[in-house]
């Protein structure tokens, strides 16, 4: 059986992890649950009846995607894909890339997105490098119509001009984890989102 402690410090590739009782709940799961619900009634209201297909990105929205579709009242298929970034180190230690990195894709659709009603969801939206280029990547299929959702957005932090349909909360720029997001692969599996005081602006 795998057995995780949280309550004694870890360390993954190098990088230190907070124990559990030093996370901050910034939102609750309660909060999280009723407020995807939203997102989802409103999805469904402005797909008039039509099909949709959620876009995944892996790994983040994993969670998000799970419970988003759930909520949603029309007829829907979902697809995960997954982006590579390389660049210079972020000064937050998140990931290996800042502002002036490359996205690739790294995992494609596994069906033609071509005149269908799109949905990319993402966990968070950050910089906005990673869904301006989705979206051109995505706008390159030929989606009959295309909407981005996300559950997290960090304007603050923002270095490219753009914004998403839907937003589930909008937050201070704080390092999160949980509710799929991570801190070194660690902490996907909470179920409220956290905020890591160690890697957070003070
Ligand atoms: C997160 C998130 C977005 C991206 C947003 O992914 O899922 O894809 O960062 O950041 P940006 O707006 O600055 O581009 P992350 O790199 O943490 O990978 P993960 O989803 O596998 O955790």
New binding site residues.
């Given amino acids: 059986m795998l057995r995780i402690h949280f309550n004694a410090p870890t360390r993954s590739k190098g990088v230190r992890c907070c124990p559990m009782n030093a996370l901050r709940v910034l939102l609750s799961r309660e909060q999280i649950a009723s407020r995807v619900a939203e997102m989802g009634k409103q999805i469904t209201a402005d797909s008039s009846g039509e099909s949709v297909i959620l876009v995944g990105?892996?790994?983040?929205?994993a969670i998000f995607l799970s419970d988003l579709v759930r909520t949603m009242n029309v007829d829907s298929t979902f697809e995960f894909i997954?982006?590579a970034?390389y660049g210079t180190p972020a000064p937050d230690n998140?990931?290996a890339w800042d502002?002036t990195?490359v996205?690739r894709l790294a995992k494609d659709v596994d069906q033609p997105l071509r005149g269908k009603n799109v949905v990319l969801v993402?966990?968070?939206?950050?910089?906005?490098?990673?869904?301006?280029?989705?979206k051109r990547l995505l706008l390159g299929h030929e989606p009959k119509t295309l909407r981005v959702a996300v559950l997290l957005d960090?304007p603050s932090?923002?270095?490219l001009a753009i914004s998403a349909d839907y937003v589930g909360f909008t937050i201070p720029d704080e390092f999160v984890v949980g509710y799929?997001?991570?801190y070194a692969?660690r902490y996907?599996n909470l179920p409220d989102i956290c905020v890591l005081p160690e890697v957070s602006p003070s």
């Fill in positions: 990105v892996l790994k983040g929205a997954a982006v970034s998140r990931r502002s990195g996205v993402e966990d968070i939206l950050d910089t906005g490098l990673t869904l301006t280029f989705l960090k932090r923002r270095k799929g997001m991570d692969e996907r």
